[in-house]
């Protein structure tokens, strides 16, 4: 995790928010990885395994993963995958 400016209690919190939604991604082989919290507040995860090349990962991301996020951990602005997808909609 490379997280800027940002401490271990702070990312503790990321981290049980993203858990509250991994099974979920687990269940369809998937999951995501912390890869910074940017000087912007901004969450930006790389997508593993199928969520990385699903076409729905755009929504799971924004209706799963960020809202858990943000419920959990208000003071992050927005949550970004690095290798989202293209969607095919």
Known sequence: ?????????????????LDQIRPYLEADGGNVRVLEV???????????GACGS??????TLKAGVEQSVLRAVPEIKAVEAVNVAPSNV
């Open 54 to 59: 699903c076409p729905m990962s755009t929504m």
């Open 38 to 48: 940017t000087d912007e507040m901004v969450l930006k995860l790389e997508l593993l």
């Open 1 to 17: 995790m490379a997280a800027r400016n940002v401490n271990k209690d702070f990312m503790l919190r990321i981290e049980s928010a």
